[in-house]
């Protein structure tokens, strides 16, 4: 007897480590099929709870493979690089089976109908890293009304599985479908019949999906729902959670949507829309319950400051005095104001306002702009208009007019922008700044600042060079050496203000569209340098006014008071230029050496007060108070029947003025007296 007993011994032994048959059986753990195994065996104990298919060479999982285990809790299936479907069936009516991971069996093409279904004590699927599982069959899941975890991840499926049958009953049911790349799009009732009671979390991340169809959660409970990591998801319909309810955590972060459905920011309470590039406006934010945001874009959080509730009704613990102090409560119950967490916060550079902050702005922005704008239109239209002949000042005197013209575009597009933006700032403001209408603001700022210094410094130089010249004919500017000289203004007003367009600075940094980004070095020089050559322009024409003066000062046969006069006229001119260019240079070095005086706030009103002020004085100091101009301007109307008689008058004395003079002829002094005064402001001099 022994000896039968050591025999059959020996042949267990010999027949569990056979080729093509191994199953090792380890008490208290799980019964393993290895390699070798090429279809599930039939002698598999009746009480097995625990059964592990690893790397065998088993191509399918037939129906009723399993029936047998009715004890089964447990079933793992992995790394068996043959088998390719799951059969019909294959795992129904196991009574005890709680748990099922089907992962990495790289073969694995297809699930077929009702492959889980019957499976009432079942809490958790798993079915993840099957690179060529491209089929699941619209009735492969039903009736599992314990599940409470399902999770199908990196796949090549293409249609979105159905779950409509699986009607759980579990109060903390957490579904995810991840790594999917071919998904893409959720249809209508996706998770209609999945659960019902509420849903945990739903998270389909990093996915295909490009859209989210109209009434995808139609007739879902779900708490939380996670969109992230979908890089092509441009769409979600406004519909789309029509029937939903019990949404309180929304996370798109990382996709490409351009909205969000205006209804489901009511009953939020978190939202995540972190590198959300596309998303660019808010919804409508009455209402909210959002205690948490995390966004993509400074300027949004600005909705969140001070939103109130309309309660209709309130805790009657609210009347406690100890009710403050319990903060949850009182934030929920309690208070009209709502304390939302968001980040990122906003900055120095883009606080929570308009673009114009404040009522006098917005008055004087419009006012200055208009000035700017006729101002220079008119002095371009009189000067090209005009049939005298165009001699260098008055080709300086055109490329200042429309340098200045360009300005009062700018502030022109800036008034604009703030009228149709006002209130609302915060969710125009990306569109805006990140767009082409404030790059083309910024260009046309820069460039105009630029060659305006550049054609009041020439117009100065042009003026220092004819009075201290003035005998010397051989000597005298022409023309074309003017335009070599404008030339050369607009290359390199055009240059600096393309810089910030290629990454040198930037005009987005601001609502003001201003070169305001001095981050790195290379800013940091570009924005110094421009400043430091404004400056040196400005010494420049100092010291030509200056020379001019000493020239003509106190000729022999000049009046007496005629210097002061001069002086003064010079005056003016340095003074519009200190003013406007004293404040800018001197708060802007400092910004740029990342030591801010003043916040872009403050900044704004130099912007309104300093920054245009050459712009609009310009038009009045160089052509209107100048008796030259006028005359042409009356000429030119004259053409068109109006100012007649002003016309005939200012022709009159031209003509009187070319008679021959019958006096002596004026010393070298007066002859640069006069040139000085007819070469700056108006001088109401006789012939």
């Known amino acids: 007897m022994s000896v039968i007993m050591l025999m059959i011994m020996v042949m267990n032994t010999v027949t569990a480590s056979a080729p093509g048959s191994e199953m090792h059986i380890k008490p208290g753990g799980c019964h393993k099929l290895g390699s070798g195994v090429t279809e599930i ?58 748990y099922i991971i089907i992962s990495e069996n790289l073969a694995l093409e297809r699930i077929e109908a009702f492959a889980f279904s019957n499976l009432p004590e079942l809490t958790e699927i798993n079915i993840e890293k099957s690179k060529h599982l491209s089929s699941i069959h619209p009735d492969a899941f039903g009736n ?19 779950f409509s049958k699986i009607q759980s009953t579990a109060t903390e049911l957490l579904f995810q479908l991840q790594e999917n790349s071919h998904i893409e799009r959720v249809p209508a009732n996706a998770f209609r019949g999945l659960c019902t009671q509420a849903i945990s979390e739903i ?41 939903s309810s019990e949404l309180v955590v929304l996370d798109v972060s990382h996709t490409t949507v ?47 400051q001070n939103i109130r509730r309309n309660r209709s009704r309130w805790n009657h613990l609210c009347s406690n005095p100890n009710a403050p102090g319990q903060l949850h409560f009182y934030r929920e119950h309690c208070s009209n104001f709502t304390s939302i967490t968001c980040s990122p916060a906003p900055d120095a550079f883009n606080p929570c306002e308009d673009i114009m902050s404040v009522v006098p702005l917005r008055v004087l922005i419009w006012i200055i702009s208009i000035l700017a704008l006729l101002g220079n239109a008119v002095v371009l239209l009189v000067l090209i208009g005009s049939r005298s002949k165009l001699t260098v000042p008055r080709f300086l005197m055109c490329h200042l ?49 630029e060659l305006s210094v550049f054609t009041l410094t020439a117009i100065t130089l042009e003026r220092w ?49 201003l070169p305001m980004d001095v981050e790195f070095l290379a800013s940091q020089v ?75 706030s403050q900044s704004k009103f130099l912007l309104v007060f300093f920054y245009p002020i050459n712009s609009c004085s310009n038009p009045f100091l160089y052509a209107f108070c100048t008796r030259t101009f006028r005359r042409d301007f009356f000429f030119l109307a004259a053409r068109f029947g109006l100012f007649k008689t002003r016309a005939q008058i200012y022709r009159t004395e031209s003509s009187s003025c070319q008679q021959p003079a019958w006096t002596s002829p004026k010393s070298s002094h007066v002859v640069l007296y006069s040139l000085a005064n007819a070469l700056s402001l108006d001088v109401k001099q006789e012939c």
Request: proline share 4%; with cysteine.
């Open 401 to 449: 007019a429309f340098a200045d013209l360009c300005m009062g575009i700018y502030l022109a597009v800036i008034a604009t922008v703030d009228m149709f933006t006002r209130g609302r700032y915060y969710n125009d403001a990306i569109d805006w700044q990140m767009g082409l209408g404030c790059s083309a603001a910024g260009f046309f700022t820069v460039f105009a600042s």
């Open 465 to 513: 060079h004819t009075i201290t010249h003035a005998l010397r004919l051989d000597r005298k500017l022409r023309l074309r050496h003017a335009s070599i000289v404008m030339t050369a203004g607009w290359i390199f007003s055009s240059l600096a203000a393309l810089l910030p367009t290629v990454g040198v600075s930037s005009y987005s940094k601001v609502s003001i569209c």
């Open 144 to 162: 599992i009304t314990k599940l409470q975890h399902l999770t199908i991840s990196h796949t090549t499926l293409r249609i979105f599985p159905n």
């Open 41 to 98: 065996p039939s002698n598999i104990p009746s009480n097995t709870q625990c059964l592990r298919v690893k790397q065998t060479q088993i191509r399918e999982i037939p129906q009723g493979a399993l029936t047998s285990l009715q004890h089964l809790r447990k079933l793992i299936i992995m790394k068996n690089d043959v088998l390719e479907s799951i059969s019909t069936s294959a795992f129904a009516n196991l009574s005890q089976l709680t």
């Open 203 to 243: 998270r389909l991340t990093r996915n295909g999906i490009k859209e989210v169809a109209s009434d995808a959660f139609n007739g879902t409970r779900m708490k939380k729902l996670s969109l992230r990591g979908n890089k092509h998801l441009t769409h979600i319909n406004p519909n789309a959670f029509v029937g």
């Open 526 to 600: 570009y924005i110094v340098s421009l400043l430091l050559l404004n400056i040196l322009a400005f010494f420049c024409v100092c010291g030509c006014y200056l020379s001019i003066y000493l020239t003509v000062r106190n000729p022999s046969s000049a009046p007496a008071h005629a210097d002061t006069r001069v002086a003064k006229r010079m005056a003016i001119l340095i003074f519009t230029d200190f003013i406007c260019m004293a404040p800018i240079s001197f708060f802007a070095i400092s910004a740029a050496l990342k030591l801010p005086l003043i916040t872009v």
């Open 258 to 304: 351009t909205s969000l459905p205006d209804s489901i920011l009511g009953g939020l309470q978190r939202l995540f829309a972190e590198s959300a590039l596309e998303l660019k406006k808010l919804p409508s934010l009455q209402l909210t319950k959002l205690h948490q945001a995390s966004l993509t874009y400074q300027s949004h959080c600005c909705a969140f």
